[in-house]
């Protein structure tokens, strides 16, 4: 029997894992509602495997898996989520999970991914696969800006004019202008207020 | 805003004024002293006076609407004022000479004109004249100490008032155009169109124009008003070749009127000053441009069509120019906090939807994946099926009363909000197999439909908590308003959040966060036997400044 600990705070979720583990060689042994409620029950229950949703509250489930990543005894991970954006999808391939499900992917899925990690392998979602890397290729084809630009796109989000930045940077009103040209060309932003709505966004 | 004839003569005409006082003092000064045979010694320079009468009248006629002679002579006047000031003091019997009215003349002349520093200025020169006159006839027999020195005060006394008045009056607002703001809300026109016509009608304007650009791209866009059509205008090229707060226009002269720092006139070509191709563009020929900064742009608004054009629309400019931008920025800022607010809303929804509806599909779909398996073994599948069949339906009211709440186009009343949570305690009762009963205080509330689905997921997740957390039989709700805020008090019997068999103590995530969201407040009370969950949300929007 592999001993499984469901960390998801959605009570429907949970049933209905209970009912799917039903009758297989998985037992579920305990769920954990937020992120600090999953670490205290990866530490107290020793799962073997651990099923993790992201959006949990107080500590998502990507900070729960960071977390477990410095321990040296941690349970195998299944990141299962109802989806996730380019960023968390960047930062769920960095922390190197052993399983990633979809839960609107087909059930079957979340069942051979079980069976795949409990052998010691890797197993992604078809899907979250795909979409993990168009976000790598987004991420990589995102606009490089120099140093000096990001600290500009900075100060402008800070709501600084022109003046101001020329100070603060020690260059002329002339030249803050030249490089805001630059980065509206380089983001394909129309303006100033455009540049400090969507630097984040854009910058990635 | 709508004038009268004499205010619609005299508005804004400080020029004028000064002017039509002139002549008239002259009038009656030459009235009075022919009237007064103790001034029959002055007779002979009836034709001196006559002279000043004459020049007087023609200086009104020759400034009443023209704003650059008005400019151009107001400080040669001034000082021909002051002279005249001089002649009459020396040529009239000191005793009885009605000269006051010529010293009153150029000291209201500089306070209305100018400012405080050139009331003082000219009223020192002034006394200083009085003071060389007297000292000249002090030698005659009519000398009266005592009558000097009551006269000298007088005018010492006169200077003060006058001083002050002059400080004060720089710091008159011409136009309160922020008043205007109250009537913005609710409008749907274009505000630079409002913010225009708001100007236009302050000045008596028939055509105006404002444009904005931003210090990087040279492209300027805005709107035009001309005989009440408006239309959109873009040009590449700035207006004004340097920074101004405003200044007085007319093409087929090529004369520019602007002020300079200390506020002295600077008389200038319109070509010097202004790309007359951009006013050809608009079709301006004369008028007022002013400057328009917004916390994001900086641009220009164009006034013309003006029935009367004068210096003190110089100072009016820079006032609308002001008012403008602050109606701008308000525009702006209720715009954004309205988007914000329905940004927020969409969040909300979209969270909402996720958190209940995808969640509950993806959880029916491992139930059908676990039901197949178990058929797939030969094993009993019915009562999954009917389970399933039972979470479907209940699903299936949640939604509707999900979309029901979100098709109403008004706010409910508290006692409406109270009859809906008592629909969904009876759905919860069966769900969970508790007797769950809902009170609702006689308080009148109006609440937000935001906010009734809040408080409807709250009790779900309260209710959830409870039976499965608590092993809770029996849940009393209680729902009131306290100040500005709605309270919403769960009690149950269950065991409450406190620790169990080692296990580390459950906590209300999913409604701290529900609550937070919402800027309220969530005490928690626990101990075998009774829990207490008070959780108070804010009526209105709580979200901290």
Same mark, same amino acid.
Not at chain 1, 38 to 65: H, I
Not at chain 1, 149 to 156: A, I, K, Q, W, Y
Not at chain 2, 63 to 80: E, S
Not at chain 2, 214 to 233: H, K, N, W, Y
């Given at each position: &029997?592999?001993?499984?600990?469901? @960390? =998801?705070?959605?009570p429907?979720i949970? @049933? !209905?894992?209970?009912?799917l583990?039903?009758?297989t060689?998985?037992e579920?042994i305990g769920? @954990?509602?937020?992120g600090?409620e999953t670490?205290?029950?990866v530490a107290r229950?020793?799962p073997?495997?651990?099923?993790?949703?992201?959006n &949990?509250?107080?500590?998502?489930g990507?900070?729960?898996? !960071?977390?477990?990543?410095?321990?040296?005894?941690?349970? !195998?991970?299944?990141?299962l989520?109802?989806?996730?954006? =380019?960023s968390?999808l960047?930062?769920?391939?960095r922390l190197?999970?052993?399983?990633?499900?979809l839960?609107?992917s087909?059930?079957a899925?979340?069942?051979?991914c &079980?069976d795949?990690?409990r052998?010691?392998?890797?197993?992604a979602?078809?899907?979250m696969?795909?979409?993990?890397?168009?976000a790598?290729e987004r991420a !990589?084809?995102?606009p490089s800006l120099t140093?000096?630009?990001?600290e500009?796109?900075?100060?402008?989000?800070?709501?600084?004019?022109?003046r101001?930045i020329?100070a603060q940077?020690?260059v002329?009103?002339?030249?803050?202008k030249?490089?805001?040209?630059?980065?509206f060309?380089?983001?394909?932003v129309?303006?100033?207020?455009e540049?400090a &709505?969507?630097?984040p966004?854009?910058?990635? | 805003m709508?004038?009268s004839?004499?205010?619609?003569?005299f508005k804004?005409?400080r020029g004028?004024?000064?002017a039509?006082g002139?002549?008239? /003092?002259?009038?009656?000064f030459i009235?009075s002293?022919?009237?007064?045979?103790?001034?029959a010694?002055?007779?002979p320079s009836?034709?001196? /006076? /006559?002279?000043?009468?004459?020049y007087? +009248?023609?200086l009104?006629?020759l400034?009443w609407r023209n704003w650059w002679?008005?400019a151009?002579?107001a400080?040669?006047?001034?000082?021909?004022?002051?002279?005249?000031?001089?002649?009459?003091?020396?040529?009239?019997?000191?005793d009885?000479s009605p000269?006051?009215?010529?010293?009153?003349l150029p000291?209201?002349s500089?306070a209305?004109?100018w400012?405080?520093?050139?009331t003082?200025?000219?009223?020192?020169?002034?006394?200083l004249l009085?003071l060389?006159g007297?000292l000249?006839?002090?030698? *005659?027999?009519?000398?009266?100490?005592q009558?000097?020195? %009551?006269?000298?005060?007088?005018l010492v006394?006169?200077?003060?008032v /006058?001083?002050w008045f002059g400080i004060h009056?720089?710091?008159?607002r011409l136009f309160?155009?922020v008043?205007?703001?109250?009537?913005?809300?609710?409008?749907?026109e274009d505000?630079?169109?409002?913010? +225009?016509?708001? #100007?236009?009608?302050?000045?008596?304007s028939r055509s105006g124009?404002i444009?904005?650009?931003?210090?990087e791209?040279?492209?300027f866009?805005g709107?035009?008003?001309?005989?009440?059509a408006?239309?959109?205008?873009?040009?590449?090229r700035?207006?004004l070749r340097e920074?101004l707060p405003?200044?007085?226009f007319? $093409?087929?002269?090529?004369?520019a009127?602007?002020?300079?720092t200390?506020?002295?006139y600077r008389f200038?070509?319109?070509?010097t000053l202004?790309?007359?191709d951009?006013l050809?563009e608009?079709?301006a %020929?004369e008028?007022?441009?002013t400057?328009?900064?917004?916390?994001?742009r900086?641009?220009? +608004?164009?006034?013309?069509d003006m *029935?009367?054009?004068?210096?003190?629309?110089?100072d009016l400019?820079t006032e609308?120019?002001?008012?403008?931008?602050?109606?701008l920025?308000h525009?702006?800022?209720?715009?954004?906090?309205?988007?914000?607010?329905?940004a927020?809303?969409?969040?909300?929804? #979209?969270?909402?939807v996720?958190d209940?509806?995808v969640?509950f599909l993806a959880g029916?779909?491992f139930r059908?994946e676990?039901v197949?398996?178990?058929s797939?073994?030969?094993?009993?599948?019915e009562?999954?099926?009917?389970?399933?069949k039972?979470? +479907?339906?209940?699903?299936? *009211?949640e939604i509707? #009363?999900f979309?029901s709440?979100?098709r109403?186009?008004?706010?409910?009343?508290l #006692?409406?909000a109270?009859d809906?949570l008592?629909t969904?305690a009876?759905?919860?009762?069966?769900?969970?197999? $508790?007797?769950?009963?809902?009170?609702g205080?006689e308080?009148?509330?109006s609440v937000?439909i935001?906010?009734q689905?809040?408080?409807?997921?709250?009790?779900?997740e309260a209710?959830a908590?409870a039976?499965?957390?608590g092993?809770a039989?029996r849940?009393d709700?209680d729902v009131?308003?306290?100040?500005?805020s709605?309270?919403?008090?769960?009690?149950?019997?269950g065991t409450g959040?406190a620790p169990?068999?080692?296990?580390?103590p459950?906590?209300?995530?999913?409604?701290k966060e529900?609550?937070?969201?919402a800027h309220?407040?969530?005490?928690?009370?626990s101990?075998?036997?009774c829990?207490?969950?008070v959780?108070?949300?804010p009526l209105?929007n709580?979200?901290?400044?």
């Amino acid at each position: &029997m592999t001993r499984v600990l469901l @960390a =998801d705070d959605h009570p429907m979720i949970a @049933a !209905a894992l209970d009912v799917l583990l039903r009758g297989t060689d998985y037992e579920l042994i305990g769920r @954990a509602r937020s992120g600090s409620e999953t670490l205290a029950e990866v530490a107290r229950l020793k799962p073997d495997l651990l099923l993790l949703d992201v959006n &949990m509250p107080d500590g998502s489930g990507l900070e729960v898996l !960071a977390e477990l990543r410095k321990r040296t005894r941690a349970p !195998a991970i299944v990141l299962l989520t109802a989806g996730m954006d =380019d960023s968390q999808l960047l930062t769920a391939d960095r922390l190197g999970p052993e399983g990633m499900v979809l839960k609107t992917s087909d059930p079957a899925l979340l069942l051979e991914c &079980m069976d795949q990690v409990r052998k010691g392998e890797r197993w992604a979602d078809p899907e979250m696969a795909e979409r993990t890397r168009h976000a790598k290729e987004r991420a !990589a084809s995102a606009p490089s800006l120099t140093p000096r630009e990001r600290e500009l796109v900075e100060l402008v989000r800070q709501g600084l004019r022109n003046r101001d930045i020329a100070a603060q940077l020690g260059v002329t009103e002339g030249t803050v202008k030249v490089y805001l040209h630059a980065i509206f060309d380089k983001l394909g932003v129309d303006n100033r207020t455009e540049l400090a &709505m969507r630097g984040p966004q854009l910058l990635g | 805003m709508k004038f009268s004839g004499a205010q619609s003569l005299f508005k804004y005409q400080r020029g004028r004024v000064i002017a039509l006082g002139r002549a008239m /003092l002259a009038l009656l000064f030459i009235l009075s002293i022919w009237l007064d045979s103790s001034q029959a010694a002055l007779k002979p320079s009836y034709g001196l /006076l /006559l002279f000043y009468v004459a020049y007087a +009248l023609a200086l009104a006629a020759l400034t009443w609407r023209n704003w650059w002679f008005d400019a151009r002579l107001a400080v040669p006047m001034h000082f021909l004022d002051m002279v005249a000031f001089t002649a009459i003091v020396f040529s009239t019997n000191p005793d009885t000479s009605p000269f006051f009215l010529f010293f009153i003349l150029p000291l209201l002349s500089a306070a209305i004109r100018w400012g405080w520093r050139e009331t003082a200025l000219t009223a020192a020169v002034l006394i200083l004249l009085y003071l060389a006159g007297a000292l000249l006839v002090s030698h *005659s027999g009519g000398f009266e100490m005592q009558r000097f020195v %009551i006269r000298s005060g007088h005018l010492v006394i006169l200077s003060a008032v /006058l001083i002050w008045f002059g400080i004060h009056q720089q710091f008159t607002r011409l136009f309160f155009g922020v008043d205007e703001l109250e009537h913005r809300f609710g409008r749907d026109e274009d505000p630079l169109a409002y913010v +225009l016509g708001v #100007a236009m009608r302050a000045s008596r304007s028939r055509s105006g124009a404002i444009m904005f650009g931003s210090p990087e791209v040279p492209r300027f866009t805005g709107v035009r008003i001309v005989d009440g059509a408006v239309s959109q205008l873009a040009t590449d090229r700035p207006l004004l070749r340097e920074a101004l707060p405003s200044l007085l226009f007319d $093409v087929q002269r090529n004369r520019a009127l602007t002020t300079r720092t200390q506020g002295w006139y600077r008389f200038d070509t319109v070509e010097t000053l202004i790309d007359s191709d951009v006013l050809a563009e608009l079709g301006a %020929i004369e008028g007022l441009v002013t400057e328009v900064r917004t916390g994001t742009r900086q641009g220009w +608004l164009v006034l013309w069509d003006m *029935s009367e054009l004068s210096v003190d629309f110089l100072d009016l400019g820079t006032e609308l120019g002001r008012a403008a931008g602050a109606m701008l920025d308000h525009d702006a800022l209720v715009s954004a906090i309205g988007e914000s607010a329905a940004a927020g809303m969409r969040l909300s929804l #979209a969270r909402d939807v996720h958190d209940s509806i995808v969640q509950f599909l993806a959880g029916a779909a491992f139930r059908v994946e676990a039901v197949m398996r178990v058929s797939r073994g030969g094993g009993e599948v019915e009562s999954d099926l009917k389970e399933l069949k039972r979470l +479907l339906i209940e699903e299936q *009211s949640e939604i509707r #009363a999900f979309v029901s709440a979100l098709r109403r186009d008004r706010e409910l009343d508290l #006692a409406e909000a109270v009859d809906e949570l008592k629909t969904l305690a009876r759905r919860l009762e069966q769900q969970w197999s $508790v007797d769950c009963h809902v009170d609702g205080h006689e308080d009148r509330a109006s609440v937000p439909i935001r906010l009734q689905l809040d408080l409807q997921q709250l009790l779900r997740e309260a209710v959830a908590n409870a039976v499965r957390h608590g092993g809770a039989s029996r849940i009393d709700v209680d729902v009131g308003v306290v100040d500005d805020s709605l309270r919403l008090a769960v009690k149950d019997n269950g065991t409450g959040f406190a620790p169990r068999n080692g296990r580390s103590p459950a906590e209300p995530w999913s409604l701290k966060e529900r609550v937070d969201r919402a800027h309220g407040s969530l005490f928690l009370q626990s101990e075998p036997g009774c829990t207490n969950v008070v959780i108070t949300l804010p009526l209105t929007n709580g979200a901290p400044a």
